[in-house]
Nanobody, 124 residues
Framework: QVQLVESGGGLVQAGDSLRLSCVASGRTFSIDAMGWFRQAPGKEREFVAAINWSGGTTYYADSVKGRFTISRDNAKNTVYLQMNNLKPEDTAVYYC?????????????????WGQGTQVTVSS
C-alpha cells in the first residue's frame, strides 16, 4: 500500500500563490505517474495536473495551464503543485493521486492511491 499526505493549502487572495506538497510513504517503488485533482463544493472531482515518474512529462488542465506547475522529487517521495495567480474559481479541496501504471491520465479511476485532500480557498 501507498499512503499520500497533502499539505500547503490555505486561504489566500486572488493573485496570490501557494505551493502544495504531497508526500508518499509505504510501497513507493510501485508508483509511477502522479497527479493532482480538485473538487469544489457541489461539483465533481476534476483533473488539474499530472507528471510521469522521471518528471520529464507533464500535463495540465486548460484552466490552470500557464499558472500551475507540477513537479516531483523522487528522492523525497514528494510531488508539488506550484499555484500562481490564483483565482476564486480555483477554490476547492485539492487531492494528490498516484498510479502504479506508466500512464499520464486525466481520469481519476486510473489512479490507485489518494490523499485526504487539502483545502485551498481564494478570496476575491
Amino acid at each position: 500500500q501507498v499512503q499520500l499526505v497533502e499539505s500547503g493549502g490555505g486561504l489566500v487572495q486572488a493573485g496570490d500563490s501557494l505551493r502544495l506538497s504531497c508526500v508518499a510513504s509505504g510501497r513507493t517503488f510501485s508508483i509511477d505517474a502522479m497527479g493532482w485533482f480538485r473538487q469544489a463544493p457541489g461539483k465533481e472531482r476534476e483533473f488539474v495536473a499530472a507528471i510521469n515518474w522521471s518528471g520529464g512529462t507533464t500535463y495540465y488542465a486548460d484552466s490552470v495551464k500557464g499558472r500551475f506547475t507540477i513537479s516531483r522529487d523522487n528522492a523525497k517521495n514528494t510531488v508539488y503543485l506550484q499555484m500562481n495567480n490564483l483565482k476564486p474559481e480555483d477554490t476547492a479541496v485539492y487531492y494528490c493521486a498516484a498510479a502504479r501504471r506508466r500512464l499520464l491520465s486525466i481520469v481519476s479511476r486510473n489512479y490507485d492511491y489518494w490523499g485526504q485532500g487539502t483545502q485551498v480557498t481564494v478570496s476575491s
